[in-house]
């Protein structure tokens, strides 16, 4: 018996794969820093954990509603609602178990194979992976010069971004909803990194005129409130998607976690704190290490505007994004990701989370440093 040639058309993360390249040379007694995967490095905030230990006491533990609680998805209309400058209902709210159910659902129901989908290149993986997976053609959009394909279905946003920290402004992306309106087209939108930002706040798509009933948002709690384990994220759509992206919730999770849905109601509408504080300390971060890296022979790095990722151009090595990841893990002890794994245009370029604290990512400059004038 064979695997089905679709699974074939699939990728992977390779932050998981690198993570098990190093935890491998951790068991052989290497020192790794740990500059490879994307996730906060704070723990959950205590009031958060608290209303999960308390609804499973309150008995929290059964099925629940498949598009979420109506608690839940009221208080994510109103925070959406309020940090987009649109009127979302609860009744557009799909509540999943993280944010990767909003890509995938969204695609299965509104693409046909052969369908064009103009998707971010450098961009997290999982975009092209599922355009591919479903048949669709992938269509690389250059953020610099934003032009929407006149046979494209959907178009896929991620501001701030994932690889390169970019924040995507007013001015493109009205340019992009000028493109979009009137034709038979969608944008999802992800904007699980909503609210790391370092300058002027990122502005929704859907917030421009017209794009609302156009648009899905995805977001969620793992990065925003340090939940990447407790899965849980959501969507906001026009409600004539909502039945289709619950039929497919039903055949694939049934429902989210009810205690983790009680957990999100806290981190909503719960003291805000706990984000103001780690996204200051993700600016120290940023701006100690990126400058650093900028320091570094043959190196260049730009400053991030949003999410925790250091994207520095490498082609002043004269080694290839691969070539030099796989160095930098395996000789210097500094896991991170080959900028080609992003897609086409991420050759030349490295990805670095600097959600790790300011001394490793000060000891991993220093590695990469001593790397370099030893290589060169």
């Not at 002027?200 to 409130?225: C, N, V, W």
Request: aromatic fraction near 8%; hydrophobic fraction near 40%.
């Amino acid at each position: 018996m064979k695997l089905a040639s679709r699974i074939e058309r699939l990728r992977i993360e390779s932050a998981f794969d690198v993570l098990v390249r190093a935890r491998a040379l951790e068991a052989q007694g290497r020192n790794i820093v740990h500059l490879e995967i994307g996730e906060p490095d704070f723990p959950t905030p205590p009031h958060i954990v608290e209303a999960a230990k308390k609804a499973l006491d309150d008995g929290y533990t059964h099925y629940g509603p498949t598009q979420g609680l109506p608690e839940l998805r009221e208080a994510i209309a109103a925070h959406v609602s309020e940090s987009r400058g649109i009127e979302a209902k609860a009744s557009q709210v799909c509540v999943v178990p993280g944010g990767k159910p909003i890509i995938f659902f969204p695609m299965m129901a509104l693409l046909e194979p052969g369908d064009e989908v103009v998707f971010p290149d450098p961009g997290f993986p999982i975009y092209e992976s599922m355009i591919r997976f479903l048949e669709c053609v992938p269509v690389p959009l250059d953020p610099k010069d934003p032009r929407i394909t006149d046979r494209a279905k959907m178009v896929i946003l991620n501001s701030p971004e994932n690889p390169t920290g970019e924040v995507l402004g007013r001015a493109a992306l009205e340019r992009i909803a000028e493109q979009v309106r009137g034709r038979d087209c969608m944008v999802l939108s992800d904007e699980i990194y909503s609210r790391i930002y370092y300058g002027e706040a990122p502005g929704s798509i859907a917030s421009l005129p017209g794009m609302q009933e156009k648009t899905i948002i995805l977001d969620g709690f793992s990065k925003t409130y340090a939940m990447t384990g407790w899965r849980i994220g959501f969507g906001v759509m026009p409600e004539w998607l909502v039945d289709a992206v619950n039929k497919l919730m039903v055949n694939s999770n049934s429902c989210t976690a009810t205690f983790t849905q009680r957990a999100a109601i806290a981190a909503l509408t719960g003291p805000q704190d706990c984000v103001v504080e780690m996204v200051a300390e993700f600016r120290k971060r940023r701006d100690a290490f990126c400058a650093a890296l900028d320091t570094v022979p043959g190196w260049k790095c730009p400053m991030p505007g949003g999410a925790f990722y250091a994207w520095p151009d490498v082609t002043g090595t004269g080694k290839s994004s691969k070539e030099l990841a796989d160095l930098l893990l395996n000789e210097a002890g500094v896991a991170c990701l080959n900028g080609a794994s992003f897609g086409a245009r991420g050759e030349g370029r490295i990805r670095f989370s600097y959600a790790n604290s300011l001394g490793n990512l000060m000891e991993a400059v220093e590695r990469i440093r001593g790397f370099m004038e030893g290589w060169g």
